[in-house]
């Protein structure tokens, strides 16, 4: 009997210790107590993206439409025409003429002796001599005025004004 009381001793003591004496365990941490640091929030340091982004320069503008690829019609030939001139009495004659541009002047020689027909201001308008008889032709492809003359005979002097 007494042994059964002391073990029921014990074990309240045990008991009471085990209450009370808890109360002076020194505090173990607990391991899970240990609270999990915030995620570190990684600072963004993205340069903002400009919201106005440039144009660039070099961006074309619409391509133009692509012009007509067929070649315009040649604007309306003028039908070759012919003009004369005849060397006579050392002029010629008419020594003015107007003839669109386009036209064949051909200047035939009446006199017994050669003549030539050269611009004045040195184009190509210069005829060899051109002998009794003969005849010398130039086309005028651009509007003008020419201004010629006998290379041989200087007083000899005429105008071929041509018209567009
Ligand atoms: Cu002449």
Same mark, same amino acid.
């Given at each position: ?6 073990? @029921?001793?014990?074990?309240?003591? +045990? +008991? +009471? ?21 915030? $995620?570190?929030?990684?600072p963004? @340091? ?18 133009p ?17 012919a ?6 009495? @050392?002029?010629?004659? $008419?020594?003015? +003429? ?7 002047v ?42 010629y ?16």
């Amino acid at each position: 009997m007494k042994h059964a009381y002391a073990l @029921f001793a014990i074990a309240a003591a +045990l +008991l +009471l210790f085990g209450c009370i004496g808890g109360g002076y365990q020194p505090p173990v941490p607990s391991p899970t107590a240990i609270p999990s640091l915030p $995620p570190i929030q990684t600072p963004s @340091f993205q340069t903002p993206t400009p919201v106005h982004t440039q144009t660039p320069a070099g961006t074309p503008a619409a391509t133009p439409a692509q012009s007509a690829t067929t070649t315009p019609a040649p604007t309306a030939t003028p039908a070759a025409q012919a003009a004369s001139i005849e060397i006579h009495g @050392f002029a010629f004659n $008419p020594n003015s +003429l107007t003839v669109p541009v386009g036209t064949t002047v051909t200047w035939t020689n009446r006199d017994s002796v050669p003549h030539t027909i050269t611009s004045d201001s040195g184009g190509t308008l210069a005829s060899p001599s051109v002998p009794s008889g003969q005849a010398f032709s130039y086309t005028f492809t651009q509007p003008g005025t020419y201004a010629y003359h006998c290379s041989i005979h200087t007083t000899m002097h005429g105008t071929v004004t041509v018209t567009p």
